[in-house]
């Protein structure tokens, strides 16, 4: 009977501190008045500030249901899992004002922001009923989503653009204007209420790499790094959190013939049973109140005999850490992703790192629009995206490999990272920290001797 009451004890006690060391996740209900009251607070705050900067007076996004633009997931409610037949949101700003008419001419109000306009009962045809309320308004520039350099910004297909300047007259056809920079405005700007809680989401992301990448997953000499990423989607779903991408978790070994440093991004690497002295890198993401992480750390598989990470191993990943600065440090207000590319790059040359930088703005999408920072295959100019500025309040994956040779090894490593970041508009401030030592599988016990 003592038996069995201290075998629930240590369970009980086992299970409070899992939970203790497991960041909180809200339930579903709870998420959606937390986007609910986001969406909100950035209708009324955020987009007149953003309108006016771009100078548009109004936005117009049209959407048919399960062919939805980007820009409109970012404005349904949280019970919306698509538009609805046709939706169509209306947002003006009168000249001097400091807030926004959010109209929708659809059938139903379109969260708390967008008022119905429009009764099919008064007037069948939706398309008449918009151009009437354009026509009212008068705008100087009617701005729709047509971006030649975002995707996220090109979301107004060719059947609704052709029906729309049908039913313009020719003063208003001439008004019509691109919404790219407005779109990638909306996208990628985080305001202090979605800035409060991204922390806590990269502490989840974090929290949950730091448990696959451990002897609680992993078994030298039987688990697979299959097994590994599979293990991950699993544990996303029981936590009720979605992925916006397929994790991968790859090896480096100190093999001299090993090419796994020159190995390709475009080629998935196979699945490899996970062995003592492994290098593991792991590149994962997940998505939780419509927000995104992208995240890449590093872990190695102890030796017989090893307590700890070698110091060789650290060494490199301090490469990888300088590397992180040069590039941070190049932030800037109003600089273009491609001048922060090259500003970075002359710093790494004159202090012989060698390479590459691939960063990227994320938010409501994981690789997200907003200002590109090179690319895993062009560490050159990157036309359209990379001519973007940088503006205050957004959020960046800053993602790089630095290249460095291990004597122990007798070959390259490529250190490659990728945390979370947020610019204020002075300086970047990582989201929950970042990698400065290498995770040890098993964790490293400070109590045991050689």
């Known amino acids: 009977m003592s038996k069995v009451i201290i075998i629930f004890i240590v369970v009980v006690f086992s299970s409070q501190f899992v939970l203790a060391q497991s960041p909180s996740v809200l339930t579903k209900k709870e998420q959606a008045v937390v986007i609910d009251n ?4 950035r209708v009324q705050t955020l987009l007149p500030k953003l309108m006016e900067r771009e100078g548009i007076d109004m936005w117009l996004i049209i959407s048919r249901e399960y062919n939805e633009d980007p820009v ?20 003006y700003k009168p000249e ?22 429009w009764d099919p009962d008064e007037e069948p045809d939706q398309w008449k009923k918009l151009v009437e309320l354009i026509q009212e308004r008068n705008p100087n520039k009617l701005a729709v989503n047509m971006g030649k350099d975002y995707g996220h910004a090109d979301g107004l297909n060719v059947s609704e653009y052709n029906t729309l ?14 919404a790219q920079n407005l779109a990638v405005g909306w996208l990628e700007t985080r305001t202090p209420s979605e800035m409060a809680t991204y922390r806590h989401l990269q502490s989840i992301a974090n929290s949950i790499i730091s448990e696959g990448l451990s002897e609680k997953v992993i078994t030298p000499g039987v688990t697979t790094t299959d097994d590994v990423v599979w293990w991950y989607r699993e544990r996303i779903a029981a936590m009720k959190l979605d992925t916006w991408f397929h994790p991968t978790v790859d090896i480096q070994r100190p093999d001299p013939a090993s090419k796994e440093h020159l190995r390709s991004f475009a080629n998935k690497p196979d699945s490899q049973v996970i062995l003592p002295g492994d290098l593991l890198h792991i590149d994962f993401g997940i998505t939780y109140l419509r927000l995104n992480t992208d995240t890449q750390q590093l872990a190695y ?3 017989p005999g090893e307590h700890s990470v070698p110091k060789y191993l650290n060494d ?14 190049n932030f800037v207000t109003g600089r273009t992703g491609n001048e922060i590319l ?65 004597e122990e090894w007798n070959n390259e490593i490529r250190v490659m990272l990728e945390e979370g970041a947020f610019f204020d508009g002075k300086e970047v401030i990582y ?20």
């Open 38 to 41: 986001w969406l909100e607070e």
């Open 72 to 91: 409109i997931r970012t404005f349904l409610p949280a019970t919306w899992f698509a538009a609805r037949r046709r939706t169509m949101l209306l947002m």
């Open 96 to 117: 001097g004002s400091n807030k926004v008419e959010a109209l929708a001419v659809a059938r139903y109000d379109v969260g708390k922001s967008f008022k119905r306009a």
């Open 165 to 178: 300047m049908e039913y313009l007259d020719e003063s208003t056809k001439s008004k019509v204007v691109s």
């Open 301 to 303: 598989v102890l030796k």
């Open 316 to 329: 490199a990943l301090k490469a990888g850490n300088r590397l992180q600065d040069i590039l941070t440090s």
């Open 342 to 406: 090259k500003a970075t790059r002359s710093m790494m040359e004159k202090e012989g790192i060698e390479g590459s930088i691939y960063s990227h703005p994320m938010g409501y999408h994981g690789h997200a629009s907003g200002p590109t920072i090179g690319m895993w295959d062009n560490q050159g100019d990157t036309p359209g995206a990379g001519d973007y500025p940088l503006y205050p309040n957004t959020a960046y994956a800053i993602e790089l490999n630095a290249v460095v040779f291990v």
């Open 431 to 450: 989201l929950d920290g970042r990698q400065k030592e290498i995770l040890s599988i098993p964790r490293e016990r400070k109590y045991l001797n050689n």
